[in-house]
């Protein structure tokens, strides 16, 4: 078979494993090699190529060789945790930073307990044991679970009959995973324990810097959140998929739907009480990253302030671009439409300080056809009873607003916190939840294929970690728009999306992965969503305006 790597051509004999073939080059590279890209399908490094194909590997120093590199840590934790207390329960709760808050059901978190767990982990490590991946059918995962009794009741997923499951075994452990790993232990040499909240953190490297621990900097807000909304769910006993898809057997969704709708109803009625309190607040700021749902809570927040007696009034900062010659470029030439100096800073604060003071402004209108601000007569003068709402990516940023006084400004940070999990060992990111909802609206709404949404998702991203996540612990609230059922909703629209993506496009490997969790998901008609619900934002037929 003939293999192609970096454009060059290896003549061997099949079968051969990517490592065997590809040793000096993944022993050399700066970065640990924690799997690859052959045939645009995600393996891993012991993958054994039985036909003619293409290679990339894949590195920590990117985002999906870092998800690896995680997966395989919680994979070794797992194996740690059942060797010391096997008879314990621990649960990975979801994921904060380049961490994942860790709890355990009765066990006390001691320093003891983290000392004896870092140091088994770092056992394992240090060993670099092989981890197989191993095809099975859910008659054969069952009967392997029931078989092994610390392990007994450890498949948490549904399975169908026509379906596999990738087992993964390192030595006498074994566990599934809904994504790659690494086909050994030693790639996890960074890591870090330290008692959080009532659990624990397991932390590791950021993409940016693979090789290196780097200062943990809590998140004390985003947390509160998080811990909130998964507490909610365990007394509601939804923290699980399967559980989801158990409520639907049993025609129990509307429950379910109607119990997640008030959660969001009853949160946003706080926020607009918490402004109302504060009597100063001129402006409400609305900040969150891509598909958080920022035009639905806008809305559904002005409702809540109108019941308290205050006239919501919206303006947009996509309205104060800079005029495009003096637009910065990146690093490409590229015009760079989402860093802050592409804001029109000084006009937009004059406009805000005479608002705030009850002048009337003649509001712009950008047009960017061909990049510049233009005034049709529109003015705005705030009344008594009316506030100011924007929201943009920098609404959270200090400096897009410095001309006004932190005690008019209200902020708010808004994101898809999701807190389901496929099983204990396996939460659902938040990120695939926004990436979901955004592939969707996009099919629906602006006419772009899911292909179009993988292939510029990751510039998405790395807007959002420049502009926006630094940001977010200066909210006065945060909010999170994740619903419980919502993967069950947007499944029937995501799945022939992601199916249309073919095996010759550089996204089947990312498809495929979206692919594999959605299927363990039972799907929901979206007729059952209520219209005022913020999900409609992404399936349609809503009653608010996009």
Not at 40 to 55: F, K, P, R, S
Not at 345 to 353: A, F, Q, R
Request: net charge negative.
């Amino acid at each position: 078979m003939r293999i192609t790597y970096n454009d060059k051509e290896y003549d061997v004999e099949a079968p051969m494993k990517v490592q065997d073939l590809l040793k000096e080059e993944i022993q050399k590279s700066l970065y640990k090699v924690v799997g690859c890209l052959f045939n645009h399908e995600y393996q891993n490094l012991a993958y054994e190529m039985q036909t003619d194909g293409t290679i990339e590997l894949i590195h920590t120093s990117s985002k999906e060789g870092m998800k690896i590199y995680a997966r395989t840590l919680i994979y070794i934790m797992g194996k740690a945790f059942e060797k010391l207390y096997p008879n314990e329960k621990m649960t990975v709760e979801y994921r904060l930073g380049n961490a994942m808050f860790c709890t355990c059901d009765t066990l006390k978190i001691t320093q003891e307990f983290l000392q004896k767990m870092t140091q088994e982990i770092q056992n394992i490590v240090d060993q670099d044991l092989p981890i197989e991946k191993v095809v099975m059918t859910r008659e054969e995962a069952q009967a392997l679970y029931e078989k092994n009794d610390t392990s007994k009741g450890r498949l948490q997923i549904d399975l169908q009959e026509n379906e596999e499951i990738s087992m993964y075994y390192c030595e006498d452990y074994f566990n599934y995973c809904f994504g790659t790993m690494a086909s050994s232990t030693g790639i996890a040499q960074h890591f870090e324990m330290i008692p959080y909240s009532e659990g624990f953190l397991i932390r590791y490297p950021s993409s940016k810097a693979p090789n290196e621990m780097q200062l943990f900097k809590p998140t004390k807000k985003l947390s509160w959140a998080l811990e909130e909304y998964e507490r909610i769910h365990k007394i509601l006993d939804m923290n699980m998929v399967y559980k989801l898809n158990k409520a639907i057997e049993e025609n129990r969704m509307k429950e379910v739907i109607m119990l997640a709708e008030a959660l969001h109803e009853k949160k946003i009625a706080n926020i607009a009480d918490d402004i109302a309190k504060r009597k100063h607040v001129k402006m409400v700021l609305i900040a969150g990253p891509s598909s958080s749902g920022k035009t639905t809570f806008a809305q559904r927040l002005g409702i809540q302030l109108r019941l308290n007696g205050i006239k919501p009034v919206t303006i947009s900062v996509d309205n104060y671009f800079v005029e495009r010659q003096d637009n910065p470029r990146d690093e490409n030439g590229e015009y760079d439409f989402e860093c802050i100096e592409a804001i029109d800073l000084k006009l937009l604060n004059e406009h805000l300080v005479r608002l705030l003071n009850g002048e009337e402004v003649e509001m712009p209108k950008f047009d960017f056809h061909v990049g510049t601000k233009r005034y049709n007569g529109t003015k705005l003068q705030l009344k008594e009873d009316e506030i100011l709402i924007m929201e943009g990516i920098h609404c959270l940023n200090d400096k897009l607003t410095h001309q006004i006084n932190n005690k008019d400004k209200y902020k708010i940070y808004i994101s898809a916190l999701t807190v389901l999990n496929m099983d204990r060992y396996n939460p659902i990111s938040t990120t695939d939840t926004r990436l979901i909802r955004r592939m969707v609206r996009d099919y629906q709404f602006r006419g772009y294929s899911a292909k179009h949404t993988l292939s510029t998702w990751h510039n998405v991203t790395q807007g959002e970690e420049k502009n926006i996540f630094p940001h977010q612990e200066n909210a006065d609230k945060i909010f999170n728009t994740s619903l419980i059922y919502e993967m069950n909703a947007l499944k029937e629209i995501a799945k022939p999306l992601l199916e249309a993506i073919s095996v010759e496009e550089p996204e089947y490997a990312e498809a495929q992965r979206l692919l594999n969790m959605l299927k363990y998901f039972k799907a929901i008609p979206k007729e059952q969503i209520p219209n005022n619900s913020l999900i409609k934002e992404f399936l349609g037929g809503g009653d608010f305006k996009y």
